[in-house]
Every structure is written in structure tokens, then in C-alpha cells.
């Protein structure tokens, strides 16, 4: 898919990551990763994110990303599948390469490792990655990748293939400034833990979609609340806010790391035996599970 296609497809619609499953012996559970995709792709998600976040990237060896880029396109159909890409630059580039080679659509640049940058290091970094391969790649704004909106237009004027600009700073005001900045020369993606909680606001910013982390165990809900936000029906939010999202929002909210695990454990509480998370992730206690659960009630598959 070359990258202005992969733009538009992003913007077509509600976008998610799936989780990595992982089997008795700790490695890539292929087969429930393939199941749970085909499920998912029952549901009119625009694009598919492998290795993201929520599929724990930053507990992944680089060496296996190629492997659960190949399974979701596999597994995926039609559906467009962008690849997890990080740490440093050239570890980040090699991971880019990798996953073009195994059939990624594109490509989400994630924060680099630990060390804050200036903001000329951040344009060499995502330069460097941008220039490495053909597909269209998005920049993942948050933590200590900050980028600036004339940083940003820099990029946008010496990488082509630059289509695409996620958030997760919760920055209203930075982020209105670059869509002010950007105009249509981007995709502008939400990118909070449980977007659905701030995608009122990131709609008044310019953000047309966002990546739904439970969408992974209630896509059914998911795409119900995004057609909701999207046709104006701020009554239909409020109430699956909250009734769904504010009491998940307790649940996430009880451990570090929950905003993944939670995920995870929806996941396995819909019957795909997706495994544990990996370490320094923990999984939910017995008691949050049964929590869980009873907030999934009639979304059981």
C-alpha cells in the first residue's frame, strides 16, 4: 500500500492494536493471535496496528516483530497493517526495514528509549527512520518525543512518506497548533490510554479518529461509541461513557500497567487464550478479573 492510500485508509474509520498473545512456553502464540484477528476483522476497523502498544512492543525482541507483522496480514484480509517501530535510531530503522520486508503497510513510530532530545535529535530521528523504507509512517507525540509544530513541518517538507501524527500528550493546545500548522498534509490519530475518554476533545482539535485499545474485547461497543462521536450523538457517548469507559477507566486506573493488561484480560475473558503479559507488566488479580467480566456482561461474544 503506498503511503497517501495508507493515509486515506486511516481516516476512514476506527483504528485499534491488537494484543500479542503469548504461549505456555512465553513465545509468539501465532494461532490465537490469527484467531482473534479474524474475529476482529468481522468488525469495519480501518487499519490494524501490530507490535503497538497495546501489543506490548517494548517487551517484544526486534526479532519478532517480522513474525507478528506476517500472522496479522495474514490473518487480517483487506485490512491494513501498521507495524510497531522504536528505541533508537538505529535499532528503529532496522525494525522498519524489517517489518516492510514482512508486509507492514506502514509504520508507528513510538518514542525512543529513556533519554530525553532536542528537538533537532527528534528530526534526525524520525528522518533517518522515515528515509529508510517506502511506507507511509505516523509519529507517535508523547512522553520524551515531543515534537514541535515547526519540527514537525520540517518533516513534513523533507519526508513524503510522513502521513500520519498520533497523540497521547493530552496537550489540546500544542495539538490544535499543529493541525492549525499541518492542515490536511497529515492524518491526525488520538492516541491516549482509553481514547474514547478524550475523544470529544481531540475531535474539536482536529483528530477525525483514534486507535481503541477495547476494541480488542468489545468491538461491537467500540465502533458503536466512534459512530456515535463522529455523527454528533453526544447523548449515545455520554451513556456508554458511563456506563463502559469510566468504570473500565476504575478498573485501568487500580495498577501501573494496567492500560495494557486490562486489555489483555478482556481479550482471555472472550475466550482467546491470549496468555499473560509479559514482565514488568503483572495481570490482574482474580478479583479484578471477576470486575472485568461483569462490566463486559451482554458483550460476550
Known amino acids: 500500500m503506498n503511503p497517501l492510500d495508507l493515509k486515506t485508509s486511516l481516516g476512514s474509520g476506527l483504528l485499534s492494536f491488537p494484543v500479542t498473545p503469548f504461549g505456555a512456553d512465553g513465545a509468539f502464540n501465532r494461532p490465537v493471535y490469527e484467531n482473534h484477528i479474524n474475529w476482529l476483522s468481522q468488525y469495519p476497523a480501518a487499519t490494524l496496528f501490530a507490535a503497538g502498544g497495546t501489543g506490548e512492543f517494548f517487551s517484544l525482541k526486534p526479532s519478532e516483530i517480522p513474525d507478528i507483522v506476517t500472522a496479522a496480514k495474514a490473518a487480517a484480509g483487506s485490512i491494513p497493517i501498521v507495524a510497531g517501530c522504536g528505541y533508537g535510531t538505529e535499532i528503529a530503522v532496522d525494525i522498519a526495514q524489517a517489518a516492510e520486508k514482512a508486509g507492514a503497510d506502514g509504520i508507528l513510530l513510538i518514542p525512543h528509549y529513556l533519554i530525553d532530545a532536542p528537538q533537532e535529535g527528534l528530526y534526525a530521528h524520525v528522518k533517518r527512520v522515515c528515509q529508510s523504507v517506502g511506507i507511509g509512517v505516523m509519529v507517535y507525540n508523547r512522553d520524551n518525543s515531543i515534537l514541535h509544530p515547526d519540527t514537525l513541518a520540517r518533516l513534513c517538507d523533507d519526508c513524503p512518506n510522513l502521513i500520519g501524527f498520533k497523540d497521547g500528550s493530552g496537550d489540546i493546545g500544542l495539538v490544535r497548533q499543529v493541525t492549525a500548522k499541518m492542515g490536511d498534509r497529515l492524518m491526525y490519530l488520538g492516541g491516549m490510554p482509553t481514547a474514547e475518554l478524550f475523544a470529544e476533545a481531540y475531535l474539536g482539535a482536529g483528530f477525525t479518529t483514534y486507535s481503541s485499545a477495547v476494541f480488542n474485547f468489545v468491538p461491537g461497543l467500540a465502533i458503536e461509541f466512534y459512530d456515535a462521536l463522529r455523527a454528533g450523538n453526544r447523548d449515545r457517548c455520554t451513556t456508554i461513557l458511563n456506563d463502559f469507559f469510566y468504570p473500565f477507566m476504575a478498573i485501568r486506573n487500580r495498577c501501573k500497567g494496567y492500560a495494557v493488561s486490562a486489555i489483555k484480560a478482556g481479550v482471555r ?33
Open 269 to 301: 475473558l472472550q475466550g482467546f487464550d491470549a496468555g499473560p503479559v509479559r514482565s514488568p507488566l503483572t495481570d490482574l488479580t482474580d478479583d479484578e478479573m471477576q470486575m472485568l467480566d461483569k462490566l463486559i456482561g451482554s458483550h460476550k461474544r
